[in-house]
Structure formats: C-alpha cells, structure tokens
C-alpha cells in the first residue's frame, strides 16, 4: 500500500525516559513533517524536512530531535520525556512544488503517554 | 502571530441542507489554502485545496476564497451523517492550522 506509516501507534512511557517514533513514506515526496496534536486536538507543526534538510523549526523544545536518513523517512527522538508531551504526534508528507507546500498526506499517528 | 480561526463548533445541519465552514487567517502572504477532515481519533485528510480567488468545486465540495477579505470557506452541500467530523483549515507557505469546526449532521 502506498501511505505514511509510523510506528509504534501507542507508546506508554515514565517521565525522564528517552523514546523515537518511526515514519516512512512510500509516495515518493520530497518533503516530510511532524506535527503534534493536543488534547484540545490543535494541530501544530514542529519540524519539516525536505529533500533531508531541515526547513521548518518551530519553537519545540530542544528535547525533541528529529532525523531524516533519507527523504522516505523521517524519525522523531524526544529525550527526557514530560507529561506535556503526551499527545498525538502525526507525521506527514508531501510533494513541495514551486516553494510552496502542497497537500499533505499524513500518517495513522502515534499516541504518546508519559505517566 | 499569524492566526488560522475557525469556530470551533459544534456545528448542527439536518441532513440533506448545505453545511457552511468558514476561516479566516491573519497573514497575507498566504498562498495556498487547504481543508482537511478528520474523524475522531483519525488522521487528517484532504477534501480540497484552493490557491485562487473564486470558487473551486469537487463533487459535493465547494471551496471560496477571498483574499481581500482573507477568508476562506467549504460548502458541504448534500450533508451526509458521514460527513460529521472536524474541519481543519490550513494555510501555506507558513504551515498553521486552525483549530478545527466540529460539524455534526443531524440523521
């Protein structure tokens, strides 16, 4: 099936633990993101990748890592977990074209919960 | 701040009536303009997209823009009760959604 897939879909975690979370996105574009929603279920980008280079930094804290080994993938590490990173965190892609961001297509999401 | 506002809702149609969505965003040099649907405890996806002033129809979908008066919108005509779920309305190229029009139609 051509998607974005992440893994795991759920992760349950203590405090101060360290964690990653998978993305890979078989349609070939050149652009990736992550994104997390909160309870509240507001949606807020965090970091962008394209073609492997960072493009967009938003204001996260410096906890969280992402990682793009190639532009099919792109991994997110969060170190030292806090119970206000519980949410979920959506990963998504698209095909960049002309400077500007097309749709993107996001992925099944990966429920976080930091007891 | 640039903002993306929609009202959060619970918007109520009986079905079969037209169901109207609006955004506004603060941030003129938006260019693209994106509606994504998304069921509760889904992902978002796509239903339309619109780059230039008018109306841009797709089956039961019609989406406006109006870049004067910075504002967005999606018509729903012909609501289905699967058509209940929240609206996101997104702005590119500084990626920002809204927060999202809860729209439940009423069987």
């Known amino acids: 099936d051509t998607a974005v897939s992440q893994t795991p879909k759920y992760l349950v975690t203590q405090m101060g633990n360290d964690k990653s979370i998978k993305c890979e996105q078989n349609?070939?574009?050149?652009?990736m993101y992550w994104y997390k929603q909160d309870s509240k279920k507001f949606l807020k980008i965090m970091f962008s990748?394209?073609?492997?280079?960072?493009?967009i930094n938003e204001t996260v804290p410096n906890r969280f890592s992402p990682k793009s080994p190639d532009k099919a993938h792109l991994n997110l590490h969060i170190n030292s977990l806090e119970l206000g990173d519980s949410a979920v965190y959506f990963c998504a892609s698209s095909q960049a074209y002309r400077g500007q961001y097309n749709e993107q297509f996001f992925g099944p999401g990966t429920r976080l919960t930091v007891l | 701040q640039k903002e993306v506002e929609q009202n959060s809702g619970p918007l109520s149609v009986p079905e079969g009536a037209i169901a109207s969505l609006n955004c506004t965003y603060s941030?003129?040099?938006?260019?693209?303009f994106f509606w994504y649907r998304q069921y509760s405890g889904k992902s978002p996806e796509l239903i339309m997209f619109i780059y230039s002033n008018g109306d841009k129809e797709d089956g039961r979908f019609t989406a406006q823009l109006n870049k004067a008066s910075q504002y967005v919108s999606l018509l729903i005509r012909d609501s289905q009760p699967s058509d209940s779920a929240t609206y996101l309305c997104a702005v590119t190229p500084k990626i920002i959604f809204g927060k999202g029009t809860r729209l439940h139609i009423l069987p």
């Open positions: 349609l070939g574009h050149d652009t």
């Open positions: 941030d003129r040099g938006s260019q693209s």
């Open positions: 990748y394209n073609n492997k280079e960072l493009i």
